[in-house]
């Protein structure tokens, strides 16, 4: 199986709908170690990407994921704007041309989606940001892809399994980046939303591009 644009938009929706279910549970995370608005904001930038998705179908999956990444960049509120739109954006170059992504692709595009985080963020392992989920998910998918994994959904799942254990390590680490770095060890024993939301993300594409 290989993941089609309508794939790409199919786990955007399911993105969206997951973002949304778990709004109220990122805006406590939030309030715990930062302002209180990443749900809301997270809940606004994926309903731009659904609106936007609908309003002009994309020819390729590059294509949708740059539309995701504009969407978020324009409409997401803080720091996550900037640099959830930086991953999508990313992921778009690395794709190129491809007409359907296989395995490889993927963890390409998961590569490059870190990468593009990391470079704008300047966050590194153990920083408590959402590199801690995202750079265990790019490596996981990595491994996947390597050992003859050419179905993209497997190689997702691997990630979003990947990026779940990553974020429960995070818990107790104190935060070097971002606003919840003002805490201090306050901020040890919490959850970043940033991290909550790369896994919620993985997850929902995990499960669309699982289903033939």
């Avoid at 993105?15 to 997270?42: F, K, T, W």
């Avoid at 609106?51 to 294509?63: D, F, G, H, I, V």
């Avoid at 750079?135 to 050992?147: D, F, I, L, Q, V």
């Amino acid at each position: 199986m290989s993941c089609t644009t309508q794939h790409v938009v199919a786990a955007m929706r399911s993105a969206a709908d997951s973002i949304s279910e778990h709004r109220d549970e990122l805006v406590e995370l939030d309030r715990a170690i930062g302002d209180g608005d990443h749900g809301e904001n997270m809940e606004r930038g994926f309903l731009a990407v659904r609106n936007q998705l609908e309003l002009t179908a994309p020819e390729s999956p590059a294509a949708a994921l740059k539309s995701v990444a504009t969407s978020l960049i324009s409409s997401v509120g803080g720091a996550s704007g900037p640099l959830f739109g930086t991953a999508f954006l990313r992921a778009s170059t690395a794709v190129g041309e491809a007409e359907s992504l296989d395995g490889p692709a993927v963890a390409g595009a998961l590569r490059a989606a870190l990468d593009g985080v990391t470079a704008r963020g300047k966050a590194e392992r153990e920083d408590k940001t959402m590199v801690d989920a995202l750079a265990p998910a790019a490596e996981a998918a990595e491994a996947a892809s390597a050992t003859g994994g050419s179905d993209p959904g497997a190689v997702l799942r691997a990630a979003a399994e990947a990026a779940e254990t990553g974020a429960r390590t995070t818990v107790s680490l104190i935060a070097k980046k971002g606003r919840a770095s003002y805490l201090g060890d306050r901020s040890a024993g919490h959850l970043d939303p940033g991290v909550r939301s790369v896994v919620l993300l993985l997850n929902a594409f995990a499960d669309v591009t699982g289903v033939e």
